[in-house]
């Protein structure tokens, strides 16, 4: 891939801003973990996440970086006065580093959803969950990846 | 948007059960990085946000960004108390919400 040239690349398509962020092409939007870390720092108004009580399933190499299934699950009760309200998920590779934000309530039963993301580039991916009672708990994984998101 | 929504959904529970829901819709989620082969910026289109009520009450909301893979797919879960309807909405960025709905009973 790195020996295409630029020009090349546009003909083939395969304009991906973040992809050529990671060649060293330039023109790259890439966010960059202070991005994330401020984004973080604003969900939890400025507390310190604990770790622990959240568990993070992402593949550890993801071939395609445009599908990679991610599974959150917080330990919580989902009882009326302490349950899960929010789970934010941050890739802080990605050309912007928020990817989901879920909100859950006592109905939910279970603070546990699974999506499907796409990753730029090889990076660590971050959640964040916030209880009712203000608690913040977080997880962290890396995944590497193959062939880059390219947004698409 | 031409195709429904697909869902998966149980049609019955036992009261206090904790069902396992599954949502799929068909969706480009163009995420405005993308440029076509005249160079330009192919602009954003994805579906923002994905809720899912129950009896009007909200279960679950996912308020997506540009980084969900295209057709959003979401597993998730809900403690049903009562027989009962679940509603389903995803929101584009033009502002076309698209809606669905399933019925469980308990049993």
Sequence with gaps: ?152 | MAQAPRLKVPEQAKKGDIVEIKTLILHVMESGQRKDKDGKTIPRKIINKFTCTFNGKPVFTANMEPAIAANPYFKFFAKVEESGTFKFSWTDDDGTVTTAERKIAIT
Excluded: H
């Design chain 1, 1 to 152: 891939m790195a020996k295409l040239s630029r020009r090349e690349t546009l003909v083939l398509g395969a304009g991906c801003a973040a992809l050529t962020a990671v060649a060293g092409w330039g023109e790259g939007a890439q966010a960059g973990p202070r991005e994330a870390a401020d984004l973080i720092a604003k969900f939890t108004g400025g507390k310190t996440a604990q770790k622990g009580k959240v568990a993070l399933d992402l593949p550890e190499i993801a071939e395609n970086g445009s599908i990679v299934p991610l599974s959150v699950s917080v330990d919580a009760p989902m009882a009326a006065d302490n349950y899960v309200s929010e789970v934010l998920v941050m890739a802080e590779k990605n050309p912007a580093p928020e990817v989901v934000k879920f909100n859950f309530t006592p109905m939910s039963g279970k603070a546990e959803a699974s999506t499907r993301i796409r990753l730029a580039e090889s990076q660590t991916v971050t959640v964040v969950a916030k209880t009712s009672k203000g608690e913040f708990f977080t997880n962290q994984k890396l995944v590497k990846v193959t062939v880059g998101g390219c947004g698409g």
